[in-house]
């Protein structure tokens, strides 16, 4: 698995990287098959260390895992453990979606915007109906059942997933209820 461990204008030294790989590296051998890459960024906030890591599986599912905590191993611990916990209550599906699927999830591009606030335009009267673009970005848009929709979403932590539907090919979007319950918005058409 190759590993990238980065500091934002905090230097992340030879032991905390040993520390990130042999510890992530076990957690993420132990539940899930085929890890490709491991994207690990630390930062401060305030007071406290925020480590945010994100391991891509060879499947094209994710698992994201995010924890704060006023040391910086105490902040990677937290994380290590948010990530296992996700990972281990996916661990049989997970499996399961590796046997089920020879070839990668495929992707498809799309554009991704920004859009701003009421609050950040400086009329008072907007000039049109058309919002402003603040930024654009390029997204991916995984073609998976419903059911490993639902998983990447909660691996992810995300509180929606757009998707196409491999069964029907059209997109669909599963997101995380008021109620806690999952809602999955599938188009007629």
């Given at each position: 698995m190759r590993y990238q461990i980065t500091g934002k204008h905090i230097?992340?030294?030879d032991a905390?990287?040993?520390?990130?790989k042999d510890e992530l590296g076990a957690v993420v051998g132990k539940y899930a098959e085929r890890p490709t890459d491991a994207n690990i960024i630390f930062s401060?906030?305030?007071h406290e260390y925020v480590c945010e890591a994100t391991v891509h599986l060879s499947t094209g599912l994710t698992?994201?895992?995010?924890a704060h905590a006023t040391e910086i191993y105490a902040a990677f611990d937290d994380c290590s453990a948010?990530?296992?916990?996700?990972?281990r209550r996916y661990k049989r599906r997970l499996k399961d979606h590796h046997r089920e699927r020879a070839e990668p999830v495929e992707l498809f591009g799309a554009s991704s915007y920004i859009l701003a606030s009421e609050g950040e335009t400086e009329a008072a009267e907007p000039e049109s109906l058309q919002p402003m673009i603040i930024a654009e970005m390029e997204s991916k848009i995984p073609s998976?059942?419903?059911g490993e929709a639902v998983m990447q979403m909660e691996l992810a932590g995300a509180?929606?997933?757009?998707?196409r539907n491999e069964s029907k090919n059209g997109l669909n979007v599963v997101y995380r209820r008021e109620d806690g319950n999952i809602g999955w918005v599938d188009p007629q058409g």
């Open positions: 230097d992340v030294g905390l990287q040993t520390h990130v401060k906030s305030a698992a994201q895992a995010k948010k990530m296992e916990k996700q990972l998976l059942s419903v509180p929606v997933l757009v998707f």
